[in-house]
């Protein structure tokens, strides 16, 4: 996989790159939002109506919440051979560089674009020295093992979370 800021040729030769949230990218983003929430709703016996209300609910309250804790962080739609397929979000201190939120739909899922962007971060956390950590619900497994893989360890149990960090190798 080769990059260039914001562009990655996946090994199939396939291009990923990412732009900046605009307005009109709303209901592609809730969309987005509502497919990592699809098992959970699945439990639910609630009409369409209900459960597009509440995922419009949990979704803004998503964003407040990381607007809240990370005014400037950044807000990208993934783009898959030009098509958007994911968003990811990211928040940066002088310290860290936080993970906030990456979701692909199921089409992209399993084809190498997440495990890119992940690697351009953990360049980024190497170049600049800062720590990158990312909360995983804690029982998705899968997600687990993926960090993992990626060199992240559990550093704090939140109760439904886990915090995960990987931390720049020159950081000892």
Known sequence: MEHSAGEFILADGRKVTLRPVVPEDEEFLLRVYASTREEELAQVLWDDGQKDA???QQSAAQRREYDAHYPDARYDVILLEGNPVGRIWVGRSDVEIHLLDIALLGEAQNRGVGTALLRALIEESERTNKRLTHTVFIQNTGALR?????????????????????????DG
């Not at 993926?146 to 990987?166: C, I, K, N, P, S």
């Open 54 to 56: 509440f995922l419009r």
């Open 146 to 170: 993926f960090y993992q893989r990626l060199g992240f360890v559990v550093v704090e149990d939140l109760g439904a979370y886990l915090m995960m960090e990987r931390r720049p190798l020159s």
